[in-house]
């Protein structure tokens, strides 16, 4: 009887959870039957007629399509890369740290970003990247024109990148700092008294240590590669640069609700769910081969 109870405590403390994932992400699933419709709001998806697999075929054959999928790979890609390892070194630099006080003062300066929506970050970042902020005011002090970095494709897709990173390494940071406190001292202390530097010591017994952490969070990020980042986006971007920031998130958004194309929206997003779930099977499937450890 006891344990019943403890499992009633339990479910009740997840059911707030279940109900809001059912009715935000299970029922509304059944919307993916107009992907394979004409839909009309009209009709309703009872009333709508069924064209099969038209709406796939005819996004296939969009010209924009390959530029879109380009963009969400290649911006996701170069996240993950540079996120993963700016967050490893800043992990590294800050376990340096032996002042308690400035420790905690740079952790608290760095993970602040990560709290703060990109409803709020993005203007921050458009009034730093302005044609007339900060960056092209230091910019002009070594005789260098003004970069239009809001309206350049050249400069854009770098500048998503480089914000990304900056709002989530530090936060990305706590599971290698945690991974650290497991290493041996013991190994610290034998390299010492064979005469090791701290160089030596990062090299040959740190980043040995981290191995497991970093190829487990590198194969568990590999579902991300289609998930770009749309509120980072669609908060920063605009027409101009629509040739290198536009992703499948944002385009499902412009062409299902602003244009009305619902059946083509709904279809490109269930083609991103589909190649999501593959990712996701995939990546377990990796992390069980290269670190033992299963994520379902």
């Given amino acids: 009887m006891k344990n019943k109870k403890d499992q009633t405590a339990f479910h009740l403390m997840m059911a707030p959870g279940m109900i809001f994932l059912i009715i935000f992400s299970f029922i509304p699933m059944f919307g993916i039957i107009m ?24 996004m296939l054959q969009i010209p924009d399509s390959k530029q879109i999928f380009s963009n969400t790979i290649v911006i996701a890609l170069w996240k ?9 070194v800043f992990a590294l630099l800050l376990n340096e740290i032996r002042v308690k006080f400035a420790k905690r003062f740079i952790q608290t300066v760095v993970y602040l970003p990560n709290f703060l929506s990109w409803a709020i970050l993005a203007t921050v970042v458009m009034n730093i990247f302005s044609y007339e902020g900060p960056v092209n005011a230091m910019l002009s002090w070594f005789g260098i024109d003004p970069v239009l970095f809001m309206a350049s ?19 990305g940071s706590i599971i290698y700092l945690a991974s650290l406190t497991s ?13 090791a530097n ?17 190829l487990l969070v590198t194969t568990l990020n590999l579902p991300n590669v289609l998930n770009a980042g749309f509120d980072q986006i669609f908060n920063l971007y605009n027409p101009l640069v629509y040739e290198s920031s536009d992703i499948i998130d944002t385009y499902v958004y412009r062409v299902g609700l602003v244009e009305r194309q619902y059946s083509l929206g709904t279809a490109v997003g269930l083609l991103r769910s589909v190649v999501g ?3 996701i099977l995939s990546a377990n499937k990796l992390a069980q081969k290269l670190t033992d450890y299963r994520i379902f």
């Fill in 80 to 88: 993950i890369i540079v996120g993963t390892f700016t967050s490893i």
């Fill in 277 to 279: 779930i593959v990712l």
């Fill in 35 to 58: 992907a394979f419709q004409n839909y009309v709001p009209a009709k309703g998806m009872s009333g709508s007629s069924w064209v099969g697999l038209d709406n796939f075929k005819f």
């Fill in 198 to 214: 701290r160089f030596k010591k990062l090299w040959h017994i740190t980043l040995p240590g981290l191995m497991p952490t970093i």
């Fill in 153 to 171: 494709n050249t400069w854009f897709r770098p500048m998503l990148v480089f914000t990304d990173v900056w709002k989530g390494f530090g936060y």
């Fill in 183 to 195: 290493i041996d001292p013991g190994l610290y202390e034998a390299g010492s008294i064979d005469g």
